[in-house]
């Protein structure tokens, strides 16, 4: 049963610590997303790569978010230092880009639920 | 304007009716069009894509998608309560987003036994 991992499931942490989220993608996918999902903001795409490299992090704070694929099993989002505004569930999603574009689709992770205090 | 809307909700139906479910989106160089189903607490699901004029049937669940309107709609027929979710529509404009895919804020629907 193929599917997206991600770990931790939740986090609680403190105002200014370091926060690194892991995903590992389905096996034989080139193409990773991370999404931040909020009340307030709902859904919105955080990074993306694709066979490891970084396509688009436009949604990324520059400042205190990185995101980085050391291979091709897994994946990192990393936030430093951390504020309570980060507080959300981060999903990371995983797809195949086949020949027909038209087919393209994303499978999502579990989520972690973060929360800073 | 926001670029994908749905309705607010909530979207109240009794069992076994159809629940329509409805999307705008404003790019219309939209290319593939999704429908995901978020139980509270858990991941988007994928239900259903369509990328084609017309409609797109799968068990109870059907897409249809009229381009021209920039409209797409998810209807579910026979609804059952543990239909009873968050159902995000999501549009991909490769052109101008890659593979970015944008969300619609959800419409929360709920079936009635």
């Known amino acids: 049963d193929a599917r997206v991992t991600q770990t931790p499931r939740h986090k609680v942490t403190e105002m200014g610590q370091e926060v690194t989220m892991r995903c590992q993608p389905i096996?034989?996918?080139?193409?990773v997303f991370w999404y931040r999902q909020t009340m307030m903001q709902g859904l919105e795409l955080l990074a993306y790569f694709r066979n490891r490299a970084p396509l688009d992090d436009s949604g990324m704070p520059k400042d205190r978010f990185s995101a980085e694929m050391p291979d091709a099993t897994l994946a990192t989002l990393k936030i430093q230092p951390s504020e309570p505004r980060d507080s959300a569930v981060y999903f990371c999603?995983?797809?195949?880009?086949?020949?027909?574009?038209?087919?393209?689709?994303?499978?999502f992770g579990p989520g972690t639920r973060l929360l800073v205090l | 304007q926001k670029e994908v809307e749905q309705n607010s909700g909530p979207l109240s139906v009794p069992e076994g009716a159809i629940a329509s479910l409805n999307c705008t989106y404003s790019d219309r160089g939209s290319q593939s069009f999704f429908w995901y189903r978020q139980y509270s607490g858990k991941s988007p699901e994928l239900i259903m894509f369509?990328?084609?004029?017309g409609d797109k049937e799968d068990g109870r669940f059907t897409a249809q998608l009229n381009k021209a309107s920039q409209y797409v709609s998810l209807l579910i027929r026979d609804s059952q309560p543990s239909d009873s979710a968050t159902y995000l529509c999501a549009v991909i404009s490769r052109e101008t987003s890659g593979s970015r895919l944008t969300f619609g804020e959800g419409t929360q629907l709920t079936v009635n036994p």
């Open positions: 999603a995983s797809g195949l880009v086949p020949l027909d574009r038209n087919q393209e689709t994303q499978y």
């Open positions: 369509i990328y084609s004029n």
């Open positions: 096996l034989g996918h080139n193409t």
